[in-house]
Structures are given as structure tokens and as C-alpha cells.
């Protein structure tokens, strides 16, 4: 505890906030560095000179408007607080802003000043904070792109198996490591099934990582209820999407990974001792030996 529980939880929101606005970014920029990156690759392959581009990474160039290309202010790109001052519209020419931006910084802020309550001002809390960030990125990376960097996801598994060995997690590092094994083992073996009686790609190899991700964090006793999440998730956002138009078509393909992210982040709020209170029939087996 640094001061006190309310003022951690604060604290620990506004950090949320501040990370949130960098989520922005790496959701926005992190699937284009992929696509250039894999440009430059078949330019290699095939013999050609790759495209000559301006640096683009998480860092460069400055944060702009996509219409008039206007640079952000520093002022302009305070959480939450410049897209209410500036009424949600680019200061130089007026094009609406998305209002996913101030969103993706408010949900950030409330999972991290959640996870100070639940573990207060400390590095347990920072390492959760830390899968949030990565399962919020995820979230929403796959539902713009229907892509799930390995970069990404090879972060969320090695931080959970170096979590659990630390003693960071109450998951003993066997059950992280057959978790990783058993989440990656169900999806890649319901993908080959599927494949093999209809002919189509079910889900991307995306979603077996990052389910082997989750099962290093939560570990292997939990794949089940993370699965049974991933469908709760699922439901809740293809209603809402349906609500508002954009499932007219049933053909439409909806990626798997953010059911799967969203059931990571319920399971994390809710806490892994008291999800097993809640849905005790998610828990056929017994937990594995340390």
C-alpha cells in the first residue's frame, strides 16, 4: 500500500489512463508495422527493392490526424480530458474523432484501479495490469483486423510461466505449463476437426497461442471456464454488434480472439478463487500437483 486503499485504486486508475492512450496507439499501428514488415519480406523473396516508406513504429512519427495530417499537441492527447475539451473533433479541421479512443483509456483506468483493490499498490498488481494491457490490445487488434500478433501473444505466455515460477500468481508453474500445453492442444485439435469435414479455416493459429497464454496464467484447471467465458463474451458483443447493424449478414466472419480476451479479462476481475465459487461445474478436474 502506498497511501491508502481508495488513494492506490486512484493512482493506479490514472497510470490505467495513461497506459490506455498508448494501447491506442499500439492497436492502431502495430497491425500496419505487420503489413509492411511482411511487404519488405515478399520484396526480398521475389528479388524486387522494398518500398521506400517514412519511419513507422510505436514511437514515430508523432500521433496526427488521419484527414488533415495535423500534428497532436501534447495538450490534445491528455486521457479522456482532451477529446471532452475538444467536443470529440480535431482541432485544425473538424473530423470527428472515434469515440473508441476516450474508451479504450477509461476501460484501462477501471481494470487497473479494479486490480489495486483487489491486490492494492504492488507488483502482483502491476504484473496483472500488465496481462490487461496485452488482452485489451488483443481485443481489439483481432475485432479491426483479424489478426493476433505473436509478438503479443508470445508475451502474455511467457509472462504468465514467469509469473507462476516467480510465485507472482497462485498457479503452480506445473499446472502454467499444461495449461500453455492443454489450451494450445484444444483449439488446435477443434481447428484440425473442423478443417477436415468442411474444408475451412475455423479460427486462425492466433487463437491457440493466446489461449496458451491464458492457460499459463490461470492454468490448466480454468480452460474450461475460460472457454465457457469466451462464449458469454461472445454472445454479449454479437448482440450488441447486431444491435447496431454491423451482423446484417450472417457470411460476415467474426474473429475468435476477442471472445477469448474479454473471457481472460472477466476471469481476471472476478478473480480466479472466486470464479471457481461461481461456476463450480467449469471445474471438473482437480487441480494439478505443484
Known amino acids: 500500500m502506498l497511501v491508502s486503499p481508495g488513494v492506490d485504486a486512484a ?3 490514472v497510470l490505467g ?7 491506442n496507439v499500439v492497436i492502431y499501428r502495430l497491425p500496419r508495422m505487420m503489413e509492411a514488415e511482411w511487404a519488405d519480406n515478399c520484396a526480398e523473396l521475389s528479388g524486387t527493392e522494398a518500398p521506400e516508406r517514412e519511419p513507422f513504429n510505436l514511437a514515430r512519427p508523432r500521433s496526427r490526424c ?4 495535423h500534428v497532436i499537441r501534447w495538450y490534445e492527447n491528455i486521457p479522456v480530458l482532451s477529446y471532452v475539451a475538444l467536443r470529440g473533433r480535431c482541432s485544425s479541421c473538424g473530423t470527428s474523432i472515434g469515440i473508441r479512443y476516450p474508451l479504450v483509456e477509461l476501460a484501462t ?8 483493490g483487489m491486490y492494492g499498490a504492488t ?3 502491476l504484473v496483472w495490469a500488465a496481462l490487461a494491457c496485452l488482452l485489451i490490445a488483443q481485443f481489439f487488434i483481432d475485432f479491426d483486423t483479424q489478426l493476433l500478433p505473436d509478438d503479443l501473444n508470445y508475451l502474455i505466455l511467457w509472462l504468465g510461466l514467469i509469473a507462476s515460477a ?3 500468481t497462485s498457479v503452480p508453474l506445473s499446472s502454467a505449463v499444461w495449461g500453455a500445453v492443454f489450451g494450445y492442444l484444444s483449439l488446435w485439435t477443434v481447428y484440425q476437426v473442423h478443417h477436415g469435414l468442411t474444408g475451412k479455416q475455423g479460427m486462425g493459429h492466433g487463437d491457440f497461442k493466446l489461449l496458451a497464454g491464458l ?5 490448466a484447471e480454468y480452460l474450461v471456464a475460460i472457454i465457457l467465458l469466451s462464449s458469454v463474451v461472445g454472445t454479449v458483443i454479437g448482440g450488441g454488434l447486431l444491435l447496431v447493424g454491423r451482423l446484417a449478414h450472417r457470411d460476415i466472419p467474426i474473429p475468435f480472439g476477442p471472445f477469448l480476451a474479454g473471457a481472460g479479462l472477466l476471469a481476471m476481475l472476478v478473480g480466479p478463487a472466486r470464479l471457481e465459487s461461481l461456476i463450480p461445474f467449469a471445474f471438473p478436474f482437480t487441480r494439478l500437483a505443484a
Open 17 to 23: 489512463l495513461l497506459v490506455g492512450s498508448f494501447l
Open 11 to 13: 493512482l493506479f486508475g
Open 66 to 69: 488521419q484527414k488533415c495530417q
Open 109 to 116: 483506468g477501471l481494470v487497473f484501479a479494479t486490480l489495486a
Open 166 to 168: 516467480m510465485g507472482w
Open 123 to 125: 507488483l502482483v498488481g
Open 215 to 219: 492457460g499459463a496464467w490461470f492454468g
